[in-house]
């Protein structure tokens, strides 16, 4: 069992820049994919993006790409989420989800993930 708590939730304005983080209780294995999902109210979870445990391969949602940055680091068991140029269609809860075994497509769908967080609120006002 692996348990995850993600942090750095928050009100912020258009524009604005936050960072999120996910803390794992223990030290993942070479196959695990971290990812970020979020879920606006009455709206399906949305995949964000997501990391390999090297942290060489990152993929992005397409409503985040090129503001959003995913990184992780294994010794702190830590993934992080930068959002950057934040908007307000941005507002949801951040979920930090973890894969154990091996994946052929870091594309990963709520089905995939074997862990979850609590989840952490991101409101972006206008």
């Known amino acids: 069992q692996v348990q995850l708590v993600e942090s750095g939730g928050g009100l912020v304005q258009t524009g604005d820049s936050l960072r999120l983080s996910c803390a794992a209780s223990?030290?993942?294995?070479?196959?695990?994919?971290m990812a970020w999902f979020r879920q606006a109210p009455g709206k399906e979870r949305e995949f964000v993006a997501a990391?390999?445990?090297?942290?060489?391969?990152?993929v992005y949602g397409d409503s985040v790409k090129g503001r959003f940055t995913i990184s992780r680091d294994n010794a702190k068991n830590s993934v992080y989420l930068q959002m950057n140029s934040l908007k307000p269609e941005d507002t949801a809860v951040y979920y930090c989800?973890?894969?154990?075994?091996?994946?052929?497509?870091?594309?990963?769908?709520?089905?995939?993930?074997?862990?979850w967080g609590q989840g952490t609120q991101v409101t972006v006002s206008s």
């Open positions: 989800a973890s894969r154990q075994n091996y994946i052929a497509t870091l594309y990963l769908t709520p089905d995939d993930c074997d862990y």
């Open positions: 990391i390999s445990w090297s942290g060489y391969s990152t």
């Open positions: 223990r030290r993942t294995r070479s196959t695990n994919v």
